[in-house]
């Protein structure tokens, strides 16, 4: 098999970062002498965890829009001509096969540059409702991967659009509970709690868990605590003092926090419902309320509807989140039905499968 050379590109949350790492692992599997390039921003998450993952990294001078006057607003004219031009010079000398765009505004520049070279073009949205950079680069990509059916009424041109599902991270579920307590020094006889809010965490489920300490204690659990950058100073200097309560602003090795719990709490982005799903994971799910076409709420739906998971209104969560919890520590049978459920709604293959299909585009473009 000939060598691929492939450009990924998406960032700004770990919802557009984490779907084109898995991507690429999968296309590596494949093809173990694909050469692949991502391109982001310097200051997102993007930057900080590709390289990890041992991929080449490179990144373009691009912001996301504000209605709001502001600075950055004014100078985005202008970033989107230096990010045009940065992508050219990109595209020119790595010469991709290939270009494959999983959102956020970072890749708009490099898939749409892509296109006008004539590069086949893929788009892989996560979204019910697709993004904004998705429904501008969808009428002229080559394929473009969506997570749910729903999302075809959203997009102007059907023939090019296919269902795949929402491509996670192989390493998830690839560690036993016991690993995975035995990292954190959790006591194995005793619930996990896990709580995030996603890449930037989410302020008013901080401020739910600290509402509901008094239930948590009284059920002792043992919390996982991932706060976002904005409230972990204030979150560890209150709590650090428990043992049984792990804090930190982020973690990247979240394969080992959904094999530790017992439960999570947290948004209900797409790629989070992808990752509960894959790993078996009951969830109290609290919609973030301002997401595009409220797609969140519909991703929530998905699984509360199916019993995989319950729902909490954002404008809810702190007066009803410690009730809901109790009652859920009461019935350990209901835990376990909404873990199989959860279990039974998962999609593991979904990066395998738009890996394949970018595959055989590139073999088909060559013969």
Same mark, same amino acid.
């Given at each position: 098999?000939? $060598?691929?050379? &492939? ?12 779907? $084109?790492?898995?991507?690429?692992? %999968? ?5 173990? !002498? ?7 921003? *310097? *200051?997102?998450?993007?930057?900080? &965890? ?19 006057? =502001?600075? %950055? ?6 970033? &989107?001509?230096?990010? #045009?031009?940065? $992508? ?8 991709? +096969? ?12 490099? /898939? ?19 993004? &904004? ?16 059916? %729903?999302?075809? *009424? ?32 959790? +006591?194995?006889?005793?619930? /996990?709690?896990? /709580? ?21 204690? !009284? ?55 992808? %990752? ?24 929530? =739906?998905?699984? $509360? +509807?199916?019993?995989?998971? #319950?729902?909490?209104?954002?404008? !809810?969560?702190?007066? *009803? ?12 049978? @209901? ?5 199989? @459920? ?11 499968? /738009? ?13």
């Amino acid at each position: 098999m000939k $060598s691929l050379r &492939v450009i990924m590109t998406g960032g700004g949350t770990g919802g557009h970062v984490f779907p $084109s790492i898995a991507i690429a692992d %999968e296309i590596k599997r494949i093809n173990p !002498e694909a050469d692949i390039l991502f391109v982001g921003t *310097k *200051k997102k998450i993007e930057s900080r &965890v590709v390289p990890k993952r041992g991929f080449a990294f490179q990144t373009i001078w691009i912001s996301g829009w504000s209605r709001k006057v =502001r600075w %950055e607003s004014v100078l985005f004219p202008l970033k &989107v001509i230096v990010a #045009m031009i940065q $992508s050219f010079l990109i595209l020119k000398k790595f010469k991709p +096969d290939v270009v494959v765009g999983t959102g956020g505004y970072v890749c708009g520049p490099v /898939v749409r540059t892509a296109s006008y070279l004539g590069i086949p073009t893929v788009i892989q949205e996560q979204n019910s409702f697709p993004g &904004v950079t998705t429904r501008m680069l969808a009428p002229r990509a080559t394929q473009v991967h969506i997570t749910f059916d %729903e999302t075809r *009424k959203y997009l102007k041109r059907q023939d090019n659009v296919y269902t795949s599902g929402n491509p996670t991270r192989d390493e998830l579920g690839s560690i036993t509970r016991d690993q995975a307590l035995r990292k954190f020094n959790f +006591d194995a006889s005793r619930f /996990v709690l896990l /709580v995030f809010g996603g890449s930037q965490g989410a302020m008013t489920i901080n401020n739910a868990i600290i509402e509901s300490m008094k239930v948590l204690d !009284e059920y002792n659990v043992q919390i996982l605590w991932i706060t976002g950058d904005v409230s972990y100073k204030r979150i560890n200097q209150t709590f650090r003092h428990r043992k049984d309560c792990i804090i930190v602003p982020f973690l990247d090795d979240m394969a080992a926090a959904y094999a530790a719990a017992s439960l999570a709490i947290c948004r209900a982005g797409a790629t989070t419902i992808a %990752e509960l799903t894959r790993t078996g994971v009951p969830s109290v799910l609290v919609p973030y309320p301002f997401a595009a076409a409220n797609h969140q709420q519909f991703n929530a =739906r998905t699984l $509360s +509807d199916q019993g995989a998971a #319950m729902l909490i209104r954002n404008d !809810e969560v702190i007066s *009803k989140l410690p009730v809901q919890l109790s009652d859920l520590f009461d019935a350990p049978e @209901k835990l376990n039905e909404m873990r199989n @459920k959860a279990k039974s709604l998962g999609k593991p293959d979904a990066g395998r499968n /738009v890996a394949q299909a970018i595959v055989e585009l590139v073999e088909r473009g060559r013969q």
